[in-house]
Structure formats: structure tokens, C-alpha cells
């Protein structure tokens, strides 16, 4: 099996030596195994699987088997890759035992190498409980969507000294509970610059500008697989689609016009 490139210690040693990285967001084995053909070597297995693949609105209704199937499809097909699970809507913060099974079924019967949580200085505790039996952490503040209902929506985070200091005090809480890395979502590039220099783990941004230590993005916004989502802080590198639905037509209007199959599709009873 290859070396892997990326492991914890890795993450911090990034940020000193100021390399820039990336992270992709993706749930199966094709989009994996593209991504590591392309390069990247640190891969999410988000929950923002309910919204991109599942059809909802929110990512309140993935469970842990959904989160644990999907994991597990990444990690049989990116074997050099280092592989974050998202920890799923109340599969912690709740119950710190509960947290700790949850989280080390990913390790142990997925294959993921770390967690990523949603939250603040309210689930330091838990972070730390995780950290402390092996269990690698990323933390994940700023628009968290899991708090969707509560925030009233996916709005910009960090505005204003008390946003700002309330988002610096977050990412020192979860530094100190043991985490390797922060993903800053939505937030103003002014207090995600601030985060950045606060803390020695690496900010990973989306929608959170350019003064982070790391970008992600999720792969199907990234290649255009959803024609409809088109928020600003996202750059799509290509129009997949488009183009599917191109294909799809063109294949319709083949089979009415009796262009598909043609002779080179069909077989004979003689070759
Ligand atoms: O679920 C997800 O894909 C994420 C990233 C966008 C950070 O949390």
C-alpha cells in the first residue's frame, strides 16, 4: 500500500512551514479516486451528503449509518488519501459515551483516520474525550449547519468585534481541547484572519476568504453537479451538469431517431 503523506502531526507542521492545502468534501469511491489522481491527499466524508447526494434540505437527517456506508466507500478507493468522517447531527455533545462509540466506528469499521464536529467552546469537553482515547479531531466552527434552524438560516458568521471575539474564543477552546485542524464555514475574511493567527492548528476556509491556512470545497459544487447552487464564495471548475444533461438529451433523441443503438452496439449470433 502506498505511504500516506498527510498524518496528524503533519497538520501543524503545514501551518509553521506556511504550506497551503486543500481539502475536497466528497462521499463516494469515483469522485475519490479523482481526487487523488488530481493531487489532494486530505478528503471529508461530509454530512453535507443529505444536501448534495440524498435530496435534502438540510443535513439534520443523515445518521451514522448513512455517514459510515459513505466513508467507507471513500476509503476502499483513496488508499493514500487521509480521511475525515463528519460526525452527523446528535451522534455527539449529547452523551459523551455515546460520542465515543460513534466516533471510533469510524475509525475502527470505516477506515477514516479522523472526526470532524461542529461547534465551539460548548463541546470542548467532548473533544477532549474523543482526543484523549486516539480518536483524531477536526473542528468545525463558524455557519455550522447542523445549528441551521437555530442561526435562521446558513448566514455569515465573525461580523463585528463581539462575532469576532466569540469566534477567536471558540477556536482557542477547541486548540486547547486537542483538535489538529478548524474548518472556518461562512466568515468574514477580517475574523477568519484574526482565527488564523490566533491559533497553531491550521484554519481550513470555505466561504471564509483568503487569509486561512487551507481551502475546502465540495466536490460536486466544485465540478457543477448542482446547476442551482451558486453562492459567491464558490468557484465552479467545471459544468458536469451541463453536461449530463446534454448527454441525456442527446441519448433521448438518438433512441426517437433510431440512431442508438447503431451496428457497432449490437451483437450476432455470428461474430
Ligand atoms: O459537510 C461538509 O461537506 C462540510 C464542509 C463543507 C466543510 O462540512
Known amino acids: 500500500m502506498p505511504a500516506r503523506a498527510v498524518n496528524v ?5 503545514a501551518k509553521k512551514k506556511g504550506e497551503a492545502f486543500t481539502v475536497l468534501s466528497l462521499y463516494e469511491a469515483w ?3 479523482i481526487a487523488e489522481e488530481a493531487g489532494v491527499r486530505i478528503l471529508l466524508v461530509g ?3 443529505a444536501t448534495s447526494i440524498q ?3 438540510t443535513t439534520l437527517s443523515v445518521t451514522m449509518d448513512d455517514m459510515v456506508y459513505h466513508t467507507k466507500a471513500v476509503t476502499r478507493s483513496a488508499v493514500r488519501s487521509f480521511v475525515i468522517a463528519d460526525m452527523p447531527f446528535l451522534s455527539y455533545g449529547v452523551d459523551e459515551t455515546d460520542a465515543v462509540r460513534n466516533a471510533g466506528r469510524f475509525l475502527s469499521e470505516a477506515g477514516a483516520h479522523a472526526v470532524k464536529v461542529e461547534g465551539g467552546a460548548e463541546i470542548a469537553g ?5 482526543v484523549e482515547r486516539g480518536i483524531p479531531v477536526l473542528g468545525h466552527i463558524g455557519m455550522t449547519p447542523q ?3 437555530r442561526i435562521g438560516g446558513y448566514r455569515v458568521q465573525g461580523r463585528g468585534e463581539p462575532g469576532a471575539k466569540r469566534l477567536v474564543a471558540d477556536a482557542k477552546a477547541l486548540e486547547k ?4 485542524g478548524i474548518v472556518l464555514e461562512l466568515v468574514t475574511e477580517e475574523t477568519a484572519a484574526r482565527v488564523t493567527k490566533t491559533v497553531g492548528v491550521p484554519t481550513i476556509g470555505i466561504g471564509a476568504g483568503r487569509k486561512v491556512d487551507a481551502q475546502i470545497l465540495v466536490f460536486h459544487d466544485l465540478v457543477g453537479l448542482n446547476t442551482s447552487f451558486a453562492p459567491n464564495f464558490l468557484k465552479r471548475y467545471a459544468e458536469l451538469g451541463e453536461d449530463a444533461t446534454s448527454a441525456v438529451k442527446q441519448f433521448l433523441a438518438d433512441v426517437s431517431s433510431g440512431k442508438f443503438p447503431s451496428e457497432e452496439n449490437v451483437f450476432h449470433n455470428n461474430p
Open 177 to 180: 481541547a486537542g483538535v489538529f
Open 31 to 33: 469522485s475519490a479516486r
Open 147 to 149: 445549528h441551521y434552524l
Open 47 to 49: 454530512d453535507s451528503l
Open 55 to 57: 435530496g435534502h434540505e
Open 126 to 130: 467532548v473533544v477532549s474525550r474523543l
Open 9 to 13: 502531526p503533519w497538520f501543524r507542521e
